[in-house]
Structure formats: structure tokens, C-alpha cells
């Protein structure tokens, strides 16, 4: 007769199994519905941040409904003047892009006939028929063509952030409804969406700092378009280890090929955008968010590769948003904490590994 230890352990492999195979279920499902799945995670994250100011107001004795339409009022207001200076700064932009193309053909160009000169075996001629200048602007209308897709999509978040704000007003009253004990259903969702909210409110001040700076830098140093390199800090900063590399290469090759910059004000940029990502991003954040908040480095880079492949470039935008929702969501629940410690960073006390999130920032 065999006994219960035996049928749990040969049930392990089947089980693991069966769960490796709905992930890729999961996974292959989320690709192939991703244009569906990208507009609904970005209404809902954009929602989660504004129920700050949306219960903010609430206290200050202003409807709930009320404190929705102003919230959104005001956002969608500054969101629209950003986006005109935006549109008017990267129309100038494109405007002088083929000047900016030619003249980086130009400095390579040179840069590789010097090295000639030095002795080493380059074909500069080979070399300039991969750089030709025609070659660079065939990207031009399909940017174009993405930025309307882009256009047409903000539209739709706007439009789904919206209902979801007022969606929330009656959340609680209809999972009350719905469950016949939902106190403790409750109780951890509020849970996420305490922490949830906290790492969305904090990683956009840190990124909206980030991009106010860079704006201050690309002022002082004399770059050209610095509201549009603002604007793509403040955006790839929420892509782990690379966004911040990523948004300091067009400033930094413009200010080269610039008649008012040269290699030293280049040099002046780069040690701009690396010290005020250092700060803010090495040394505030993690103060601000707490050990409990955190991703190891190697689940960061890999849910870039992840989210990446499954999403596109808004998954890789969103990758340490979405590791960290699903890091949230696992914290919140005590029979799947440990799989969060698996993803963390492995510098939560052992004392407090155990005990829900916030519980664990507050005493940090």
C-alpha cells in the first residue's frame, strides 16, 4: 500500500509540469493579445497614480465623483500642454534632422580616417557606404507612422483611464457582493494596492526629477531640443540598467556634431546624466521605496528580455513596473511570499521575511 509521502512526492513532477505548461499558455496568450493588453496596462497603471490625488481631494471634503473629474481636469491639461510643446520641439527636431545626419557622417567619417592614419586596417570607403546619409533617413516614416499609432493610442488609454477611476468609487462595495467572506480578499487587496501605489507614485517623482534635470543640464551645457531629451529621460527611466544609457546617446552625439559643442561639452553631458542617475536612482530610490521594494539585478535585466519580447517596446518600458506588480501581488498573499523573496534582492532580515511589505518599509 503505498503510502501519503509517496503520492505527494510523485505528484511534484506533474504538478510542475502542469504549471510550466499553463505559463506558456499564459505567456504565448499575452503576446498575441498584446496590442489589447498594452493600452489596459497602461490605463491601469496611469489610474493607480492618480487615486492619490483623487482621494486627496476626497479628504479635503470634494465629492468622490467631483475629485475624479478635477483629477482628471488637471492632468489631462498639463498632459496636453506638454504634449504641444513636445509635438512643436520634435517637428523642430525633425526639421534639422538631415543636417544633424550629414554632419555625424562628416565626424565618423573623420574619426575613421584618422584611425587609417594610425596604421590600423580600415576600409573607410567600405565603412561610408554602410553610413550613408539615405540610409538613416528611411527610419523617418516609420517613426512618423509609429508616433500617430501613438497618438491614436492615448486616446484610448485616456479614454480607460477614466471609466477605471470611476470604476474604483465602487470596487470594495461590489467584492463585499460577490464573496461570502471577503475580509480577508479585502484586506490583501488593499494590501497591493497600498504598495502597488507606492512604487507607481515614487518611481514617477524619481523619473519626473530625472527629467527636470536633464531639461536643467541640456540647458546649461547648451544642447539643443532639451525639453524632447526631458521628456525621453523621464520616459526610459523606468527601463532598468540600460534607459538611462539609452536616453543620454541622441543629446550627447548632437552636442558633438554641434558648432556650439565639441568633445568636452559632450563629456560635461555624459557626467551630467551619469550623476544624476547615480543619485537618483542608486542612492534615493532605494532609500525612498525600502529594501522590501526591490528587484535583484539579474530579474531586472530579465524581465526587461521578457516583458521586451512579449510586448514589444512599451513591455520594455514597463518591465520593471510589471515584475514589480507581480512581485506586490505575490508578497500580498502568505502562500506565495517566498516566490517574491526569490525575486527581491535578498536584503530583507530574516526576522521580517514573513510579514506583509509595508509592514516592513515602515520599520525601515
Known sequence: MARPEDDT????????????????????????????????????FIAVVCTAPVHWLHRLGVGLRLSVWLTLIVIGGLLSLLGLLLVNSFGTFIDALPGIEQKLYEYYLGVLDSLA?????????????????EQ??????????????????????????????????????????????????????????LTLKRYL????????????????????????????????????????NIGSAIAAVPPVLLLLVSPDGGLFKALVLSGAYLGVNFVLGNLLEPRVMGRALGLSTFV????????????????????????????????????????????????????????????????E
Not at 483611464?161 to 463585499?176: A, G, I, P, Y
Open 117 to 133: 592614419g594610425l596604421g590600423l586596417a580600415i576600409d573607410t570607403n567600405r565603412l561610408g557606404e554602410l553610413l550613408q546619409a
Open 201 to 240: 507614485a515614487v518611481k514617477t517623482l524619481i523619473s519626473l526629477a530625472t527629467g527636470a534635470l536633464i531639461w536643467l543640464s541640456c540647458k546649461l551645457v547648451g544642447v539643443e531640443f532639451p525639453l524632447l531629451w526631458a521628456v525621453l529621460a523621464f520616459a526610459l527611466n523606468y527601463i532598468p
Open 300 to 363: 531586472a535585466f530579465l524581465s526587461l528580455v521578457v516583458w521586451g519580447w512579449i510586448f514589444g517596446a512599451v513591455g520594455m518600458l514597463l518591465s520593471v513596473v510589471l515584475t514589480m506588480t507581480l512581485k506586490i501581488a505575490l508578497d500580498s498573499h502568505p502562500q506565495t511570499r517566498w516566490i517574491a523573496h526569490l525575486l527581491g534582492p535578498g536584503a530583507t532580515p530574516l526576522e521580517q521575511a514573513d510579514r506583509p511589505p509595508l509592514e516592513r518599509n515602515n520599520e
Open 9 to 44: 512526492q510523485s505528484s511534484i513532477p506533474l504538478n510542475l509540469t502542469l504549471a510550466l505548461a499553463a505559463l506558456v499558455i499564459i505567456v504565448a496568450g499575452m503576446r498575441a493579445g498584446s496590442s489589447l493588453l498594452v493600452p489596459l496596462l497602461l490605463s491601469l
Open 136 to 193: 538613416f533617413g528611411n527610419w523617418i516614416p516609420a517613426l512618423i507612422g509609429q508616433v500617430g499609432n501613438l497618438m491614436m493610442q492615448s486616446v484610448v488609454v485616456a479614454l480607460l483611464v477614466m471609466f477605471l477611476l470611476f470604476e474604483t468609487l465602487n470596487f470594495r462595495d461590489k467584492v463585499s457582493r460577490a464573496l461570502a467572506n471577503p475580509a480577508p480578499s479585502l484586506r490583501r487587496f488593499s494590501e497591493f494596492s
